[in-house]
């Protein structure tokens, strides 16, 4: 209601002052020698028209992106969707075994079909960033490899329906493992992980050279739990 009131008697008052005008008494006062109020009119004129076209632009730029990230192919499937953020709980000290316990209480409800975990969401821009070194390569600098990493849980590509282009999903039956930090006892630490197309091309791999290879995460000297 707002909106359109003041466009009303925003539009109105120029109206109705512009009415009261006489064309040809108008004219002839602008025609004459330096006057320079047709200029400044002018000038007026050419802003406002300037102004118009660059905020058509910028709808019409707005739309575009607006229609581009609703109908483009995220590659995965994000309908049906409910996150719920999982802190740690009493009696819990491994926020793993909690997310197990949650999770098979959860698959008791029939309308619930699958359930994964992520660090984070796949729309949030990831924020931990480790290093990675191909197996036959030296664990100096110029080999180090800088790539964004999310921790997941199994069922993960599943749950959201994101294809693979080789290699297959995390899988308890091949006993795949959470990362697992150096510690005093284990000075390596282990783990799998699934690279995406552009990580495979940061570390030297076609995506089907990657399977299978092993890659190593330099911990700082002293790095241990």
Known sequence: FITVGVGFFAG??????????????????????????????????????SISIALIIGTLVVLKQTDYARKTDSGYNHQNKVILPLSHARGYKSRNKLYDFFRAKLLQHPDIVSITASQQLLTEPLRDIWSYVRDEQTLI???????????????????????????????????????????????????NAVLSRSAAKALGYQPDDAVGQYIKIPFPPGYTK
């Open 12 to 49: 109105c008052y120029p109206a109705f002052y512009i009415a009261h005008f006489n064309p040809s008494r108008v004219f002839k006062r602008s025609a004459g020698p330096g006057n320079k109020t047709i200029y400044i009119s002018k000038a007026l004129v050419v802003l406002q028209f």
């Open 141 to 191: 600098a110029e080999n180090m490899v800088n790539l964004p990493t999310v921790n997941i849980g199994f069922d993960f590509f599943e749950h959201y329906q994101i294809p693979l282009l080789s290699g297959r999903y995390f899988s308890k039956q091949s006993q795949d493992a959470y990362v697992k930090v150096p510690t005093r006892n284990v000075p390596v630490g282990t783990g």
